[in-house]
């Protein structure tokens, strides 16, 4: 009989879990079965907390299941690339939280791997999988605004605990791994690809990593995009695109798309202002269906490694520009 509904299970108890866990269980064509934790007391209270059936210590020993079909993997940053892999060879397809790597030899590793198990594996950027992306993604691809010039996004939250792993520089830790990325990738998915050229400039905290970070992009035919990302500043997100026939401003790209400050807003040539109705849907239910499609009906999963591996590239070339005080060449991070 053909498989109908996938069997997950979570390695890690990170609080990003709390928003991925409703997905997974209001999707018909999946069920939570089990998470994994170091110690076996912590797996079995977040088990309880969450409902979930099984809980094992070690994330070995889930991976060693036979009653785990895919994992979603939530462990710290430096942890993503080698967790995956360790998944794909216990052979579990893998939803692996962004970023995804840290370097692009890391994202070949796992390209390599998962060409030799056949297996599905995805980053997880929720955002991309929301009808409002696609929605903008088709306004901009359809001409609606004309020819795109430029983009400007934000992501800015406060971290105040020098203890958190988002401050960890050896984890992977600062602002434009962690929140960085999404304006980043956003601009990638409008813009078809990822820039020429690169110009980062970043402020380090007390732990060493950028808790500021400004971005510059530059792609072919002279179009820009640029973002700023912080841990210094209050919540603030947006995201604006300019073309030559108007111009959208997104209050919500990334977080927060189902709350009343969300608008998305397209200004003509006049400047006359529409609000452009977007449809509603959990924030987090679009990778997990997106998953589903690919494992079941073998569909493409929507964000492949490629654009992946683009994602990486750039933040390596940004890291390398601040340090070096110079515009980066993607072909330098890409071919180098």
């Known amino acids: 009989m053909e498989k109908q509904q996938i069997r997950w299970g979570i390695i890690s108890t990170a609080r990003i879990n709390r928003r991925v866990i409703p997905a997974i269980k209001m999707s018909p064509r999946g069920r939570l079965v089990a998470v994994a934790s170091r110690r ?43 967790t995956t892999l360790m998944a794909l060879e216990g052979g579990k397809h893998v939803l692996c939280e962004k970023p995804f790597g840290l370097t692009i030899q890391e994202v070949d590793q796992v390209r390599e791997k998962q060409a030799e198990t056949a297996l599905v594996v995805a980053e997880a950027f929720m955002y991309r999988h929301h009808p409002q992306t696609k ?89 820009v995009a640029q973002f700023t990302s912080s841990f210094s500043t209050p919540f603030h997100t947006e995201f604006e695109i300019m073309g030559t026939a108007g111009r959208l401003h997104m209050t919500r790209p990334f977080t927060g798309v189902d709350e009343p400050a969300q608008a998305v807003i397209l200004y003509d040539q006049d400047n006359r202002a ?14 997990v269906e997106d998953m589903h499609r690919a494992i079941l009906d073998g569909d493409p999963p929507y964000l492949t490694l490629s654009e992946t591996r683009n994602h990486i590239a750039t933040v390596q070339a940004l890291y390398r520009s601040a340090a070096e005080g110079r515009p980066v060449q993607l072909t330098e991070i890409i071919d180098g």
Request: net charge negative; aromatic share 12%.
């Open 274 to 287: 529409e609000e452009i109705a977007v449809p509603d849907e959990y924030l987090y239910l679009g990778e």
């Open 40 to 82: 076996q007391d912590t797996a079995e209270a977040y088990a309880q907390q969450w409902d979930i059936p099984q809980a094992f210590a070690g994330y070995e020993s889930m991976l060693a299941s036979d009653e785990i079909d895919a994992v979603y993997i939530s462990v710290p940053n430096h942890m993503h690339v080698p």
């Open 135 to 223: 929605l903008v993604g088709e306004m901009v691809r359809s001409g609606r605004l004309g020819e795109i010039l430029s983009l400007r996004g934000t992501f800015n939250f406060k971290v105040s605990d020098l203890a958190n792993v988002r401050l960890v520089p050896q984890w992977g830790g600062g602002c434009l791994w962690d929140v960085g990325v999404y304006p980043l990738s956003f601009a990638q998915y409008l813009m078809g690809g990822a820039p020429e050229t690169v110009t980062g400039w970043q402020w380090e905290g007390p732990t060493g990593v950028d808790e500021h970070f400004v971005a510059h992009m530059t792609y072919e035919n002279g179009r």
